[in-house]
């Protein structure tokens, strides 16, 4: 399993690797969701949010971006497909 800052910041995968956006890792990865959210940072704020499972978590990251975006999605699937992130079982890590 990735650890949190890597499953936020994958780009894409290598077949049985993640690739790892390293710059970001490090420079964004301690961050809460609620603070990657406040950054902007929405992508990686779903990404943390999936990481933890907490439907709160989503809930908030869904109102940022309504709210920075001025659209309407809800906590369902259509985050997930937006942003491109799904729970995936990848144990190596391929920093970038």
Same mark, same amino acid.
């Given at each position: 399993?990735?650890?949190r800052d890597h %499953?936020? %910041?994958t780009i894409g995968y290598d077949g049985p690797a993640a690739v790892v956006d390293s710059q970001g890792a490090r420079r964004? =990865?301690?961050l809460s969701t609620?603070?990657?959210a406040e950054k902007g940072l929405f992508r990686a704020a779903?990404?943390? &949010? @999936? %990481?933890? =499972?907490? &439907? =709160?978590? +989503?809930a908030l990251v869904v109102e940022a971006y309504n709210k920075a975006a001025g659209?309407?999605?809800g906590a369902g699937g259509l985050p997930d497909r937006? %942003? =491109? @992130?799904f729970p995936v079982n990848v +144990?190596?890590?391929i920093l970038l």
């Open positions: 399993m990735l650890s %499953f936020i %910041f964004y =990865g301690s609620a603070e990657l779903w990404a943390s &949010a @999936v %990481f933890s =499972g907490d &439907a =709160g978590e +989503k659209t309407s999605y937006l %942003f =491109g @992130v +144990k190596r890590a």
